[in-house]
């Protein structure tokens, strides 16, 4: 078995329990509850992904971190976008290590 052999064993490894259950419940559809809960999922995982990640962005200084992660959050939530909020966190992180 080489290189090869490898390679196609692990794409089917992965790609077989994502194509199974898609084939099995593309007939039925889901409950509501499921609807609404697998609508949750990418922003939650997105959440664990980076969280831990900012806090411990500016090294010994969780504080200013965590400054750096509601400034961004206070702007994502009034004004929705991404590239202005991480802006707004780096300038935040910025000017709380110049002082």
Do not use: H
């Not at 090869?4 to 199974?20: D, E, Q």
């Not at 959440?47 to 900012?54: D, E, H, N, T, Y």
């Amino acid at each position: 078995m080489g290189v090869y052999g490898l390679i196609i064993g692990m794409l089917l490894a992965t790609y077989l329990p994502r194509l199974i259950p898609f084939l099995i419940l593309s007939d039925r559809p889901l409950p509501e509850f499921w609807r609404k809960f697998l609508k949750f999922i990418p922003f939650t995982a997105l959440g664990a992904l980076i969280f831990p990640g900012s806090i411990q962005a500016v090294e010994g200084e969780p504080g200013i971190a965590l400054l750096g992660v509601l400034a961004a959050g206070i702007c994502a939530w009034f004004n929705g976008g991404i590239i202005l909020s991480v802006a707004v966190a780096v300038g935040v992180v910025g000017l709380g290590l110049c002082f």
